[in-house]
């Protein structure tokens, strides 16, 4: 198994322990984090080797990334294992896929790329390289299918985590906030890059905010030391000590639960708010250049989840140019001055949670078991 970064560490270490449910004898190794080795996993290298951050940085670190595939490859090559399965990391994955494939031995893969938000052109060469595709979102199966490549749909693991009906007032508890009075989350991402390209916009969105609801606190979850170095950096260059801001070290969820509202880096925080049945708007902000070329490439009208995976503009998107400090502040206030709508949306990302809730572990385990019990590379029918 290879899983790229802490998610990939996280559901590969459902996926483990619901094969060893079947097969108690099961062995693993390859690339992964803590949580993987927990369950038993002998981890050659680290999951943090795969953390790239950019063209740029995948670039610096290619020759060193490079070596550690080429010797994973021969490792498997010798052993032969039963199966291997990639979890994420496409750009890493799909070439040693491709490569296990032609040896004869199963290759998995599990999560989706984003072939349907850009780079479509990925999916030939994902036909070549995969065994089976394992995805998260129900509408992707069907791409693959018209490619041939066997699938099958199995949920995304934070819709088993995460309640129907999420609980603000122990969420408030929990964090010593008032039960009454308006609570706005800003989350400016995980990233040192994000938390610098947001970090002062969204200190003055929370200005603006302070002033039309002078009781309203501000949740800011970071998930890093240095994160928190550069959002307080943030706080002192725009002179907003007076500003009710509350930097959390985590508790990303615990924020999102307790709030109205939620002011979120587009990414997974966003699929998460809309989990916990949040009102929220989208914001991002990257390299000028880097913006141009992505939104060239791109397919969808949306970059964030909730919007994509309902299939409309259910919340806000307020993207480079358009995030700005009066743009997202008008945007927030429309949630905090509006129940009916809240209402609406939560009906609707209800709807949404249930149909992501599938038990994704154990039916990542159901698709990936046929594969275990032979080493032939032939693939049992899909199933969705």
């Not at 369950?39 to 290619?62: M, N, Q, S, T």
């Not at 801001?245 to 508790?251: S, V, Y």
């Not at 299939?311 to 998107?317: F, N, T």
Request: hydrophobic share 50%; charged share 25%.
């Amino acid at each position: 198994m290879v899983a790229g970064e802490a998610s990939g560490d996280l559901l590969a270490s459902h996926l483990i322990r619901a094969i060893r449910r079947e097969l108690p004898e099961a062995e693993f190794f390859g690339i992964g984090g803590p949580k993987m080795q927990a369950e038993g996993f002998d981890a050659l290298w680290p999951c943090e080797l795969l953390a790239v951050h950019g063209y740029v940085d995948a670039l610096k670190r290619y020759r060193e990334l490079s070596g550690i595939r080429r010797e994973l490859l021969a490792r498997i090559r010798r052993e032969r294992p039963a199966a291997f399965i990639g979890v994420d990391a496409p750009d890493f994955n799909l070439w040693l896929e491709g490569r296990v494939k032609a040896a004869g031995m199963p290759a998995i893969h599990f999560v989706s790329p984003s072939i349907w938000a850009w780079r479509g052109g990925r999916i030939h060469k994902i036909a070549r390289s995969v065994s089976h595709m394992l995805c998260l979102f129900p509408f992707e199966p069907e791409l693959y299918e018209k490619a041939g490549v066997p699938v099958s749909y199995v949920g995304h693991p934070l819709a088993d985590v995460f309640p129907l009906q999420p609980d603000r007032a122990a969420a408030r508890e929990m964090l010593d906030l008032p039960a009454a009075g308006r609570v706005v989350a800003m989350l400016p991402g995980s990233r040192q890059s994000e938390v610098r390209n947001l970090a002062d916009t969204f200190i003055a969105t929370a200005r603006i905010l302070h002033r039309l609801h002078p009781e309203a606190v501000f949740l800011v979850p970071l998930a890093t030391r240095e994160t928190r170095l550069l959002f307080e950096e943030a706080i002192r260059r725009n002179d907003a000590a007076e500003l009710p801001i509350r930097m959390l070290f985590g508790h990303a969820v615990d924020a999102m639960t307790a709030a109205d509202a939620v002011l979120v880096a587009s990414g997974t925080a966003s699929l998460e708010a809309a989990l916990l049945k949040r009102p929220m708007v989208i914001s991002y902000r990257i390299g000028k250049w880097q913006y141009r070329l992505m939104k060239r490439m791109a397919y969808l009208p949306w970059v964030g989840l909730p919007n994509i995976l309902c299939g409309e503009s259910m919340v806000p998107e307020l993207l480079q140019d358009d995030a700005t400090p009066e743009k997202l502040a008008e945007a927030l206030d429309h949630w905090l001055t509006d129940p009916a709508a809240c209402a609406v949306l939560a009906s609707r990302f209800t709807e949404l949670h249930h149909s992501l809730r599938q038990n994704t572990a154990q039916k990542a385990a159901a698709a990936i078991l046929p594969y275990l019990g032979s080493r032939a590379a032939c693939a049992p029918q899909a199933a969705r």
